[in-house]
T-cell receptor, first 112, second 111 residues
């Protein structure tokens, strides 16, 4: 089955820790995206990548980092510099610009 | 002003009624528009996309785009309780490479 997989589904982070969220797709899509969603809010773009080995900052990139070393993988690291990381994180991929985005099932990150 | 704004909710309609969800956008360069449905605690899934002025129908769903007024809407006919969800509007410029999402409108369909 083709799809996009995020792991883990739930993640707990201690203050001062870096954590990495995984996102893998087997849809052969060029573009991949990371969004953050807070309760009752829409999706805010953190980082995106339109091609392997290249990525751009979104609207709220501070405190986050990404890599795109392989077409199918786009991991997101939430660093200790992100002061309020508790949120629902969604990864998406799509074939190209102006097409439908396919979302993973999300990772719910909580600071403890 | 936010780039994509959706009508404030929540919106409640009785079963069988028409639900109307509205979205305005500020970037005149926006060319593609997407409506996603998101059930509570789940990830969004595409309902409709529209690129051209006018109406686009798919089953019980109709998307309407008016570029002159910078307005996009989604109509859901014969609303069902299973349509209860948050609906996200997203717009994108021709070469932007990324969509901008509104905050969503939560719809409740009451049996």
């Amino acid at each position: 089955d083709g799809g996009i997989t995020q792991s883990p589904k739930y993640l707990f982070r201690k203050e001062g820790q870096n954590v990495t969220l995984s996102c893998e797709q087997n849809l052969n899509h060029d573009a991949m995206y990371w969004y953050r969603q807070d309760p009752g809010q829409g999706l805010r773009l953190i980082y995106y990548s339109q091609i392997v080995n290249d990525f751009q900052k979104g609207d709220i990139a501070e405190g986050y980092s990404v890599s795109r070393e392989k077409k199918e993988s786009f991991p997101l690291t939430v660093t200790s510099a992100q002061k309020n990381p508790t949120a629902f994180y969604l990864c998406a991929s799509r074939e190209t610009k102006n097409t439908e985005a396919f979302f993973g099932q999300g990772t719910r990150l909580t600071v403890v | 002003q936010k780039e994509v704004e959706q009508n404030s909710g929540p919106l409640s309609v009785p079963e069988g009624a028409i639900a109307s969800l509205n979205c305005t956008y500020s970037d005149r360069g926006s060319q593609s528009f997407f409506w996603y449905r998101q059930y509570s605690g789940k990830s969004p899934e595409l309902i409709m996309f529209i690129y051209s002025n006018g109406d686009k129908e798919d089953g019980r769903f109709t998307a309407q785009l008016n570029k002159a007024s910078q307005y996009v809407s989604l109509l859901i006919r014969d609303s069902q309780p299973s349509d209860s969800a948050t609906y996200l509007c997203a717009g994108e410029g021709a070469n932007a490479g990324k969509s901008t999402f509104g905050d969503g409108t939560t719809l409740t369909v009451k049996p």
